[in-house]
């Protein structure tokens, strides 16, 4: 198979084979912009490698005539010593990592060709820089050399000539650092420094293969939730130099702002500078804007063609370019990355731009980013001391403490505390640290550094560019304007405004959630609100999924039913036996006869019956799924090794247990050791006399004196955890006689919960019984996998994680090839009996974006959510149906 594309050969759609960055350096030469030329090896060659440790035979050969091609093409040779061809050898993934892969630049630079370099473009001083950094970066991705040992060695030649500006080190200087630098090469690994430019391409080629699974690109992938074996693409780019003088310089644009979504012009700008330096924050870049003063040649070519690739792609797009001696390159585009905010605001603008329409505007936003926008912001009410104010690079309202490096960050986060990670600028090394943090706040780089594009990727809040920090972090301080805060300090950081406060600011709830909430209208003149709204009705209009909530409280059924709910999914029936009730259930489980347990439900059932009232009023005319109780009773008494103290105690004193004793002997009576397999959901109800037929006389009480106040009660009786069709007759038969008994006069649906594998297969005789299912898929998780839930998550799943064995936590996404066969077993046989039986799923997963796409696929009727998780998974749910 063919391993390797020309630039000219690929387009945008080949994502997959040529990487991001190839398939969009391929689709921008085609549009005739202007690109360097160069080719692709593709993410075939990298997944070779990486399953074999070597790359393939025949890579070398296709890469030997590409090499050719572009030879020709550019009328010079790798490694001619009086004019070389140079190229970067760059890696890209078809997913994009930001800065977790390598990319090495200026390979072909040797020894001879350097001096060739310095003749053909007359400039020594830049010749030798571009030496420097090639050695640099070799070192550093091919070689694994510490990047402190090049930029320790860099800041002793700055000392010497008395200057903190790379640009003050003349040719001279520069040559004795390309020594400095090839003696480090060969300390460090007993060779010299590959003169071959061929063998330099090669060796760069494998490094970034290999990049695809250094440790930092494994922990991005996990976080983004990419998979682990797509392998990277490298891409072999001739080099353009923005390092020629002032004349030439980098760049880095959007073709709107990706923290607003506004319209206009964004970027940095950097005059002599190579790649890497914008992005980095090691100069302070200009805006963008400035270029027109200093190139407006360029700069004018810039605007064009950035409305050309709007154009193109329909959606924002995101620019790297170099100005060579005044003339435009340009290096990389995608689709940008944006803000929560800016992706509903870009989506709607597209609309009202006639480039998109509503469905293709609904897809491009997600769940998870509705989910960031319903995050507090700071009251804005509220007292602050304000300390400074920066560059707002990704939105959000972070407070924590000081930390100064992300090892402490991370310590800090296993501690449970919250931290903001202060930092000059980050690398991505630190995305450990940006993890564990509530925020990140640096006094370098602007919107485009390293800090603010990883953090919007990853939706942490984020200030960057706060030059008025100084940041000592020998000392643990941080000075600003006269004050100075240690590393125990808290300070409250706001991505949307850039402003930095001393303390903790209180928060407030976010516009959207007030418009949620019904307090703030669609048409307030927030157009953050409208977009939300305009996107949100469009997906209750095309979704076929019906969203419920999980909820226990009137108080939680009323707000999720202002967020969109259409019902209640899940009611646990478990935190009526709580508080105050605790008493009560004691006595039931201590109950000694049957007088005495019919006491303590007596006891118990109008307690119930108010919870019942309450809740299918605040839920008039709407389903509400009532699940009677699941778990095991000993979880309503205290803990056995209190009470073994306590009564231990006693004892010791001389004095009488008393109550303790009784109870310590029904809790060690009750202990199981696998309380989640042993007595609980439907086998409680059949096993304790009348439980089950007390609650479901309060919900039928409940609802009858409802009815007959003219209200529009739904209740629905859901049993858990049957396995066995007997289970649910028994059950059934049970609830059925108490109903007739209280005189309900319509028909209550009776269903059950599918979240036992054997449940599953069953379901056709399960549907028998069952007016309803509703998928428990937190236990069927926990069963089909034999995972403890309470004990894995905690324990080895991270381990798991690292080792890809899963992308991320079964429990909090579906496992669609294990858990969700299951479900699609249930759905299928339980509708082959019934028809039209009603389907839903109330475990975790009904708010979890994915989960929700595979059981809108599955054919489910509707999921049911935490209320704050339901305007996320109607979104969803709209974005399943188209
Ligand atoms: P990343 O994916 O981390 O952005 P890139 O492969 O895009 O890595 O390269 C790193 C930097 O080097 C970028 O700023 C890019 O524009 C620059 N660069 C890459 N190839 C070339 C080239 N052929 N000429 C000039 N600059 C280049
Ligand atoms: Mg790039
Ligand atoms: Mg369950």
Redesign the pocket.
């Known amino acids: 198979p063919k391993l390797v594309y020309d630039f000219a050969e690929g387009n945008k759609t080949m994502k997959e084979l040529l990487g991001g960055?190839g398939a969009n350096l391929a689709e921008m030469t085609n549009l005739g912009l202007p690109v360097?030329p160069g080719f692709t090896i593709s993410t075939e060659a990298c997944k070779a490698y990486l399953s074999t440790g070597s790359v393939p035979a025949e890579l070398a050969d296709e890469i030997d005539h590409h090499v050719d091609v572009l030879q020709q093409k550019m009328g010079k040779k790798l490694g001619q010593a009086d004019d070389p061809l140079l190229?970067?050898v760059?890696?890209?993934a078809a997913v994009s990592m930001?800065?977790m892969?390598e990319?090495v630049?200026n390979v072909g630079l040797n020894d001879d060709s350097v001096n060739g370099l310095a003749h053909q473009s007359g400039n020594p001083r830049f010749a030798w820089d571009a030496y420097r950094r090639l050695i640099q970066m070799f070192g550093k991705t091919v070689l694994g050399m510490e990047g402190d040992v090049f930029e320790d060695a860099i800041e002793a030649a700055k000392q010497a000539k008395g200057t903190s500006n790379d640009l003050d080190l003349d040719a001279d200087d520069l040559k004795t650092l390309v020594q400095t630098f090839k003696q480090a090469v060969h300390d460090h690994t007993g060779r010299e420094f590959p003169q071959d430019p061929r063998t330099q391409m090669d060796l760069a080629i494998e490094a970034v293969f290999g990049s695809w699974n250094s440790e930092r690109a494994i922990l991005y992938r996990r976080q983004e939730r990419i998979a682990t074996d797509l392998g990277t693409a490298v891409?072999i780019?001739?080099?353009?130099?923005?390092n020629l003088g002032m004349d030439s310089g980098?760049g880095v644009c959007f073709t709107r702002d990706p923290s607003t979504g506004q319209p206009g012009v964004y970027g940095d700008y950097l005059q002599n500078a190579?790649?890497?330096d914008?992005?980095a924050g090691i100069r302070n870049t200009v805006p963008l804007a400035d270029l027109e003063q200093i190139d407006k040649t360029s700069y004018d070519e810039l605007m064009a063609i950035m409305a050309t690739l709007e154009g193109h792609y329909r959606d924002l797009c995101d620019i790297?370019f170099?100005v060579e001696r005044g003339k435009l390159w340009m290096?990389?585009t995608r689709v940008g990355k944006r803000t929560a905010a800016a992706a509903f605001r870009i989506a709607t603008s597209l609309i009202d731009e006639g480039v998109i329409d509503t469905d293709e505007a609904l897809k491009r936003v997600k769940g998870a980013q509705l989910a960031q926008l319903m995050f507090p912001r700071f009251d804005a009410d509220a007292e602050k001391e304000l300390i400074t104010k920066a560059i707002g690079a990704s939105p959000g309202a972070a407070s924590g403490k000081v930390v100064f490096t992300s090892a402490a960050a991370v310590e800090a986060a296993d501690k449970g505390e919250k931290v903001i990670l202060v930092r000059r600028e980050t690398n991505p090394d630190d995305l450990h640290g940006m993890i564990a943090a509530q925020g990140i706040l640096t006094s370098r780089g602007g919107k485009t550094s390293h800090a603010a594009v990883v953090a919007r990727g990853m939706g942490k809040t984020c200030v960057c560019g706060a030059e008025e920090l100084e940041v000592n972090v020998a000392e643990g301080t941080i000075k600003v304007n006269g004050t100075v805060l240690d590393a125990d300090a808290t300070i409250s950081i706001d991505g949307t405004t850039g402003e930095v406060f001393v303390g903790e600011v209180p928060v407030v709830a976010s516009p959207v959630v007030q418009y949620f909430e019904g307090s703030l209208d669609a048409d307030s003149g927030d157009e953050l609100v409208a977009s939300v709204h305009r996107l949100i009705t469009h997906a209750d209009e095309v979704r076929r999924l019906g969203v419920r909530t999980n909820a226990d409280t009137a108080d939680d059924a009323a707000r999720a039913r202002r967020f969109g709910a259409e019902g209640i999914g899940l009611c646990r029936t478990e935190h009526m036996f709580l508080g105050e009730r605790r008493e009560a259930v004691e006595r039931l489980i201590l109950a000694n006869d049957d007088a005495e347990c019919e006491a303590a439900l007596a006891e118990l059932e109008p307690l119930q019956r108010g919870d019942f009232l309450e809740l299918l009023g605040a839920m008039d005319g709407q389903p509400v799924t009532i699940r009677l109780i699941d778990p095991p009773l000993h979880e309503f008494l205290p803990s056995m090794e209190d009470l073994a103290v306590k009564v231990a105690l006693a004892q010791e004193r001389g004095q009488d247990p008393g109550r303790d004793a009784t109870l310590l002997a029904a809790v060690q009576r009750l202990h199981e050791q696998n309380p989640m397999l042993g007595l609980r959901g439907v086998r409680l109800g059949l096993v304790i006399p009348g439980l089950f037929a007390m609650q479901v006389r309060a919900i039928a009480s409940a609802a009858v004196e409802l009815k007959s106040q003219g209200k529009d009660p739904r209740p629905e009786i859901m049993i858990p955890l049957v396995g066995a069709i007997q289970e649910l007759h028994l059950a059934r038969d049970e609830v059925t006689k108490v109903l007739a008994e209280v005189g309900v006069e319509w028909s209550i649906p009776i269903g059950t919960m599918i979240e036992l594998p054997r449940a599953a297969v069953i379901a056709d005789q399960i549907a028998e019984a069952a007016d309803f299912f509703s998928f428990g898929t937190n236990d069927l998780t926990q069963t089909t996998w034999g995972f403890s839930r309470d004990d894995v998550e905690g324990s080895f799943f991270s381990r798991y994680l690292e080792k890809g064995i899963f992308a991320v936590s079964p429990f909090e996404s579906i496992d669609v090839e294990g858990v969700g066969a299951l479900v699609r077993t249930g759905v299928d046989r339980g509708r082959a009996t019934k028809p039209d039986l009603k389907l839903g799923i109330c475990g975790e997963h009904g708010g979890d974006p994915d989960s929700v796409h595979f059981f809108h696929d599955v054919g489910l009727d509707y999921v049911s959510c935490s209320p704050f998780r339901v305007p996320i998974a109607r979104l969803e749910a709209g974005r399943a149906a188209l």
């Open positions: 960055k360097p190229v970067s760059r890696s890209g930001p800065g892969m990319t630049l891409n780019c001739s080099m353009v130099f923005g980098t190579q790649g890497e914008v992005v790297e170099t290096l990389q």
